[in-house]
């Protein structure tokens, strides 16, 4: 098929639908980065089958879809159906969500036995080793459990907490705030007398080298960091 054109899929109770879509403006409307569908469609048909070109009745567009308007049918396709990604655009979003899936694995799990974040070239060899199929249009919540899951064949992984005392001083408490309310949960904040800030940060195990980096720039280095007993 020429890579200027693709197909989205939809089905309603047995009826298969699809329409012909233009690659790029079709899968940036499904992403939410494209709110109109103008200049999404090369064709307004609906079809039940676009490579025979048949077009789909008005009786079952209006029983799957209470409506014969083809934006409006359309739109709920795109929102809805199975977008037939190109070759180039399945590679790029693949390649982007599995770095995104790397990325929160260093951040959160540890090995067991060294308490230490795996680097994020074992993660990628582990995922490889075990042919990791990475899903570019489900969210890293949605498929990261059973990634690990496949992952701890290959390398021993474990999710661990932990609570870290932090004493920030004045001048750099408010810009900190947010700072340490993106790494984790504060489960105690308290406002000195003289305007330093006083947390306990309950964090990923694996994410404690990127709060001391982060929180050492913010501060320039006058952050006190410990583990809370």
Do not use: C
Not at 5 to 11: A, D
Not at 79 to 88: A, C, S, V
Not at 125 to 144: G, H, K, L
């Amino acid at each position: 098929m020429d890579t200027k054109v693709t197909i989205v899929r939809f089905s309603v109770e047995g009826e298969k639908f699809e329409i012909l879509v233009k690659p790029d403006p079709a899968l940036e409307f499904k992403l939410g980065k494209r709110k109109d569908i103008t200049g999404v469609l090369i064709s307004e048909e609906i079809y039940s089958d676009s490579n025979k070109g048949t077009r789909a009745s008005t009786e079952k567009l209006m029983k799957a879809f209470k409506t014969d308007d083809a934006n409006a049918i359309a739109t709920i396709m795109l929102q809805k159906g199975e977008l037939n990604l190109t070759t180039d655009q399945r590679r790029k979003m693949v390649s982007e969500k599995r770095k995104q899936i790397v990325d929160f694995i260093a951040k959160t799990y540890v090995d067991p036995r060294s308490h230490l974040p795996h680097p994020p070239l074992r993660i990628e060899q582990a995922m490889d080793d075990a042919r990791v199929s990475v899903d570019p249009f489900r969210n890293i919540d949605e498929q990261i459990k059973e990634i690990v899951e496949q992952l701890r064949s290959i390398i021993p992984l474990k999710s661990e907490n932990m609570l870290l005392e932090i004493l920030v001083p004045a001048q750099f408490a408010a810009q900190s705030y947010s700072v340490l309310k993106s790494f984790g949960t504060l489960q105690k904040e308290e406002w000195q007398s003289n305007g330093g800030l006083k947390v306990i940060l309950d964090i990923p195990a694996a994410a404690r080298a990127n709060v001391m980096d982060r929180l050492g720039s913010v501060t320039k280095g006058t952050a006190s960091i410990e583990v809370a007993k």
